[in-house]
């Protein structure tokens, strides 16, 4: 555990310098968007080896109708550009893809930055919530299309619209992304039409594989096998070794008590199993690439129901049935919110840990919390699924999770980014809403001022928003301590951006 508490604080910034931070993020929105006119951008994947002179691939879905699509596109670019893209129909089973590509979506959108260049599930809230903020509606509308387009043409929301990403999702929130919306178009016969797809997307997470019967609660479970080959391809240090290589290294030279490595890794051939590449890949729809929250690497997140995974299930079974209730079906409505009160009480059943005043991921193996704090443990707030007396508890928690630039993801330093000494966006947004739900303002005020004011320290500094930062430090300087995984520190950021302009509406910035 990291003692992080600090007397040092950081200078809020003057109105100027926001006005410079918020002109940034405005001109990035258009840095980071993607259409037709941008389809060879979009192409472009630098997390993958790419031959040069070869054309980048685009696939579309069996159920779209090529022609239509291929002429829109070849409208849209110029005919150079066009040379330089391919345009396939994506095969009827995910196996059957030789070469891998983007995955055609119909409307623009915002990615998140560097070398995420592409549309991702749960980063897109956030970016929905800047987009919103900022006045751009119909690119906001956009976000929830393009959404409910994936789950409707490719089956599920992905972690990302590449192909390599179709086995998995990630954390399910798109109810808040469609009800915020409506919030501005006051649109009930779009909010009917939408219905079946979000339902569909429910039982994505709500039958096994997903479901733990033993609980009633669910796991991250991705769909495919093998190493990830964003990870072969772009996760590489200095001496040429993978996140894998390092991985087995760890393995050989550390004793791992969490759970038992040999589901993991073969000792006597010195690989690592089909089991682990089954974890990697469920770490990784899970959104919290990487983090020991679920002992090393959290390969062994298949053996849990995690805190954030069934709190997002429980906002979307209220957020269904306030749909229904606006829709005038009260007796479906009702249905819904059966569903959330039976998981409420899953949730205070295997995850609430009266003693430490913490929500805690449970291990459904070993039938037993795993005590390893992390900023999940906000979430219940951020949903209002907490009782007052279970806020509090939270609350009071704070002590263990704040530093100088905001939250901490963990109190433990693992060498992964989803560890200490790293604070992220939407971890700071969440846990700061959920103080505001229960009456914790100056609590909440002063989390949002801390990040507020690293994130524009470090602009001054070098004119970037960025995907994390060390909160300890207050610092965007955090490829040195970062270990596993990829080391770098993206430059855009979608969730960042927004993060910021919600925590300076907030304070009335």
Same mark, same amino acid.
């Given at each position: 555990?990291?003692?992080?508490?600090?007397? *040092?604080?950081?200078?809020?910034?003057?109105?100027?310098?926001?006005?410079?931070?918020?002109?940034?993020?405005?001109?990035? #929105?258009?840095?980071?968007?993607?259409?037709?006119? /941008?389809?060879?951008?979009?192409?472009?994947?630098?997390?993958?080896?790419?031959?040069?002179? *070869?054309?980048?691939?685009?696939?579309?879905?069996?159920?779209?109708?090529?022609?239509?699509?291929?002429?829109?596109?070849?409208?849209?670019?110029?005919?150079?550009? #066009?040379?330089?893209?391919?345009?396939?129909?994506?095969?009827?089973?995910?196996?059957?893809?030789?070469?891998?590509?983007?995955?055609?979506?119909?409307?623009?959108?915002?990615?998140?930055?560097?070398?995420?260049?592409?549309?991702?599930?749960w980063d897109s809230y956030f970016i929905q919530l800047g987009l919103l903020r900022d006045q751009e509606l119909d690119l906001a509308k956009c976000m929830?299309?393009?959404?409910?387009?994936?789950?409707? /043409?490719?089956?599920?929301?992905?972690?990302?619209?590449?192909?390599?990403?179709?086995?998995?999702?990630?954390?399910?929130?798109?109810?808040?992304?469609?009800?915020?919306?409506?919030?501005?178009?006051?649109?009930?016969?779009?909010?009917?039409?939408?219905?079946? %797809?979000?339902?569909?997307?429910?039982?994505?997470?709500?039958?096994?594989? /997903?479901?733990?019967?033993? %609980?009633?609660?669910?796991?991250?479970?991705?769909?495919?096998?093998?190493?990830?080959?964003?990870?072969?391809?772009?996760?590489?240090?200095?001496?040429?070794?993978?996140?894998?290589?390092?991985?087995?290294?760890?393995?050989?030279?550390?004793?791992?008590?969490?759970?038992?490595?040999?589901?993991?890794?073969?000792?006597?051939?010195?690989?690592? %199993?089909?089991?682990?590449?089954?974890?990697?890949?469920?770490?990784?729809?899970?959104?919290?690439?990487?983090?020991?929250?679920?002992?090393?690497?959290?390969?062994?997140?298949?053996?849990?129901?995690?805190?954030?995974?069934?709190?997002?299930?429980?906002?979307?079974?209220?957020?269904?049935?306030?749909?229904?209730?606006?829709?005038?079906?009260?007796?479906?409505?009702?249905?819904?919110? /059966?569903?959330?009160?039976?998981?409420?009480?899953?949730?205070?059943?295997?995850?609430?840990?009266? *003693?430490?005043?913490?929500?805690?991921?449970?291990?459904?193996?070993?039938?037993?919390?795993?005590?390893?704090?992390?900023?999940?443990?906000?979430?219940?707030?951020?949903?209002?699924?907490?009782?007052?007396?279970?806020?509090?508890?939270?609350?009071?928690?704070?002590?263990?999770?704040?530093?100088?630039?905001?939250?901490?993801?963990?109190?433990?330093?693992?060498?992964?980014?989803?560890?200490?000494?790293?604070?992220?966006?939407?971890?700071?947004?969440?846990?700061?809403?959920?103080?505001?739900?229960?009456?914790?303002?100056?609590?909440?005020?002063?989390?949002?001022?801390?990040?507020?004011?690293?994130?524009?320290?470090?602009?001054?500094? *070098?004119?970037?928003?960025?995907?994390?930062?060390?909160?300890?430090?207050?610092?965007?300087?955090?490829?040195?301590?970062?270990?596993?995984?990829?080391?770098?520190?993206?430059?855009?950021?979608?969730?960042?951006?927004? %993060?910021?302009?919600?925590?300076?509406?907030?304070?009335?910035?």
């Amino acid at each position: 555990m990291v003692n992080q508490f600090t007397e *040092t604080s950081l200078e809020f910034p003057s109105s100027v310098k926001i006005q410079r931070l918020r002109t940034y993020i405005k001109q990035t #929105w258009k840095t980071l968007y993607r259409s037709h006119e /941008h389809i060879l951008e979009a192409a472009r994947d630098d997390k993958l080896e790419h031959e040069p002179g *070869t054309a980048w691939i685009v696939y579309i879905s069996p159920q779209e109708n090529r022609s239509e699509i291929e002429q829109a596109l070849q409208k849209a670019v110029s005919n150079n550009e #066009w040379q330089q893209i391919e345009l396939r129909v994506l095969p009827s089973e995910v196996d059957q893809i030789k070469e891998h590509g983007l995955l055609y979506l119909p409307h623009p959108y915002v990615v998140p930055g560097g070398r995420f260049n592409e549309m991702y599930g749960w980063d897109s809230y956030f970016i929905q919530l800047g987009l919103l903020r900022d006045q751009e509606l119909d690119l906001a509308k956009c976000m929830v299309e393009q959404l409910l387009y994936e789950i409707e /043409h490719y089956g599920t929301i992905l972690n990302a619209n590449r192909t390599y990403m179709l086995s998995r999702s990630q954390p399910p929130i798109l109810t808040p992304m469609v009800l915020a919306l409506f919030q501005y178009t006051h649109d009930l016969e779009w909010l009917r039409s939408v219905l079946p %797809t979000i339902e569909r997307y429910y039982y994505y997470w709500t039958v096994p594989p /997903h479901l733990n019967q033993a %609980t009633g609660l669910s796991r991250y479970f991705a769909l495919g096998d093998g190493p990830a080959p964003e990870v072969l391809a772009s996760e590489i240090d200095e001496e040429g070794k993978t996140h894998y290589d390092r991985v087995r290294e760890y393995y050989r030279q550390s004793n791992v008590d969490v759970y038992d490595v040999d589901l993991y890794y073969d000792r006597e051939q010195d690989r690592l %199993t089909d089991l682990f590449y089954k974890g990697d890949r469920s770490m990784r729809e899970s959104g919290f690439d990487i983090s020991n929250r679920f002992g090393p690497f959290s390969v062994d997140i298949i053996h849990y129901a995690p805190v954030c995974l069934n709190v997002l299930l429980y906002k979307m079974e209220q957020d269904i049935a306030q749909i229904y209730q606006l829709l005038d079906h009260d007796d479906t409505a009702q249905q819904w919110h /059966h569903r959330a009160s039976d998981r409420h009480q899953r949730i205070d059943q295997f995850l609430w840990n009266e *003693t430490d005043g913490l929500y805690y991921d449970y291990n459904f193996q070993t039938n037993a919390q795993y005590p390893y704090e992390f900023a999940t443990t906000f979430y219940p707030l951020w949903a209002g699924i907490a009782s007052e007396s279970q806020a509090a508890a939270v609350a009071r928690s704070l002590e263990k999770f704040e530093a100088v630039g905001g939250l901490l993801t963990s109190t433990h330093v693992s060498g992964n980014q989803w560890d200490a000494p790293f604070g992220w966006a939407p971890l700071n947004l969440i846990a700061v809403q959920g103080l505001l739900n229960y009456g914790y303002k100056q609590d909440a005020e002063r989390i949002a001022k801390k990040f507020v004011a690293m994130v524009a320290q470090e602009f001054e500094k *070098t004119g970037t928003i960025v995907e994390k930062y060390d909160v300890c430090k207050g610092s965007a300087n955090v490829s040195d301590e970062i270990l596993f995984g990829y080391s770098s520190n993206e430059i855009g950021f979608g969730w960042t951006n927004a %993060t910021v302009l919600e925590f300076l509406h907030l304070l009335g910035k």
